[in-house]
């Protein structure tokens, strides 16, 4: 026992990792969030019961339990609250941002007369540029190759999916005011994009001749404060 | 006490080769004795195992490409916040470690219940850390771009890589004493500090709550 326990241990923390992992990999092509959520409950409740049930012969199966517990409870908690019914109509002029789910990237949405600019940015190595229309509630933007974003209003709120590099995510945002928004530089050689949320936190990165690169610190009164569809 | 030097279990091994019978002449900064002491190599082999694991963890988390998204899990505002709690939980169970490993060290024999609780809080601590390595590797990967971020890349890293050599420790018999309080030493190290640098900095950062 004393010699076997540990392998036991070892075995379960390489057998949970490794189901988490696939529970990852299998969630991870998600075109549409809807479908892979609606998938992954099917293929995750299969998965979880040998993960339970193999080390039974060894001390470690309360332990695995106990750790698989809140996996269980993972593929409904990112369920997407998509398409509204009866969407508001965008305010004439409008600003929201927000991040992704797992806050992995901040964005920022500008709305005016109906013309969206938004720019979604991880301050690391992801980011993207979108611009597209918003009619009754609803906004569609694209961006670079097959980068795009929707969106739809729910109580002022905004939520859709955005997707850039060929990965997509949720989002959320809310409506926010100055000096909040969308922020934007060019020079000769590359674009720089900021997101400032409403607590003043700044994500931002430049694209300088293709290459992602940190941003400089935001100055919002040299960058441009970016509008609907300019 | 003729032990070697202590060598804590390095991210980046230079040799990954599982301690042949002489590992000697490919070390000249280490002076181990020149015996074809079979204790060397199976401290070699414990120790190399973790160091492939760190190794190994450490290039998937710089060569995949982070997806930035991951499962998440049910009750908390974020994915962030639900390992920060994770990690948060490991490391008190980390301190249970530390001090259970004190009375088990302390001399003059532990109650049994001493060893249960170290053994358990242990298993209970690693495994919860799983989900949160899980979606570091997949989602953020092995980052460099600030002091912070690069320490608590290391520090992953190192933390299975000592775990691992932890565990083979328990199963080899005739391995010196040290190994096991210094490689809990190196776990205990490796637990507060990747909390410090993510659950705290985090806690700092956006405020304490679930």
């Known amino acids: 026992m004393r010699i076997r326990g540990p392998f036991i241990t070892l075995f379960v923390v390489a057998l949970l990792g490794g189901i988490l992992l696939l529970v990852n990999l299998a969630r991870t092509p998600t075109d549409s969030t809807q479908a892979a959520a609606s998938n992954v409950a099917p293929v995750a409740a299969p998965v979880q019961a040998p993960a339970a049930g193999a080390p039974a012969a060894g001390a470690s199966a309360a332990g695995a339990s106990a750790a698989a517990a809140p996996k269980a409870a993972a593929p409904g908690a990112a369920a997407p609250k998509a398409d509204a019914p009866a969407a508001a109509p965008f305010p004439a002029n409008a600003r929201y941002t927000g991040h992704t789910d797992g806050n992995t990237s901040a964005i920022a949405i500008t709305v005016k007369d109906n013309k969206v600019s938004a720019y979604l940015c991880d301050g690391k190595v992801i980011e993207g540029w979108y611009k597209g229309n918003a009619t009754d509630g609803k906004l569609n933007a694209t961006g670079k190759g097959t980068n795009q974003l929707t969106g739809s209003l729910t109580d002022g709120k905004l939520s859709g999916t955005v997707s850039a590099g060929g990965r997509s995510w949720t989002y959320a945002a809310v409506p926010v005011s100055a000096p909040a928004g969308l922020y934007r530089a060019k020079t000769a050689t590359g674009t720089t994009g900021w997101v400032k949320d409403s607590n003043g936190q700044v994500t931002g990165l430049s694209d300088e001749a293709g290459t992602v690169k940190p941003a400089p610190p935001l100055d919002t009164n040299t960058a441009q404060a970016v509008e609907g569809g300019d | 006490m003729s032990t070697p030097p202590f060598q804590p279990p390095d991210p980046y091994p230079t040799q990954q080769s599982a301690g042949p019978a002489q590992p000697v002449g490919t070390q000249p900064v280490d002076a181990r004795p020149r015996t074809s002491d079979p204790k060397a190599a199976n401290i070699l082999v414990t120790l190399a195992a973790g160091c492939v694991v760190a190794l190994l963890l450490g290039v998937y988390g ?83 771009y600030s002091p912070r971020v690069l320490v608590h890349s290391l520090l992953g890293c190192l933390f299975y890589g000592a775990f691992v050599s932890k565990m083979l420790t328990l199963t080899r018999r005739g391995l010196p004493g040290w190994m096991l309080p210094v490689l809990g030493g190196v776990l205990f190290t490796a637990l507060i500090g990747l909390w410090l640098t993510s659950a705290v900095w985090l806690f700092d950062v956006k405020g304490l709550h679930s």
Request: charged share 10%.
């Open chain 2, 62 to 144: 710089r060569l995949h490409e982070p997806t930035g998204y991951s499962v998440n899990l049910i009750g908390f505002s974020s994915g962030a916040y639900a390992k920060a709690w994770l990690a948060t939980l490991a490391a008190l169970l980390g301190v249970v470690q530390l001090f259970s490993a004190r009375i088990m060290y302390s001399g003059g024999g532990a109650p049994a219940w001493v060893s249960t609780l170290h053994r358990w809080s242990g298993r209970i601590a690693v495994l919860l850390t799983v989900p949160v390595v899980v979606h570091c590797l997949y989602a953020l990967g092995f980052e460099a």
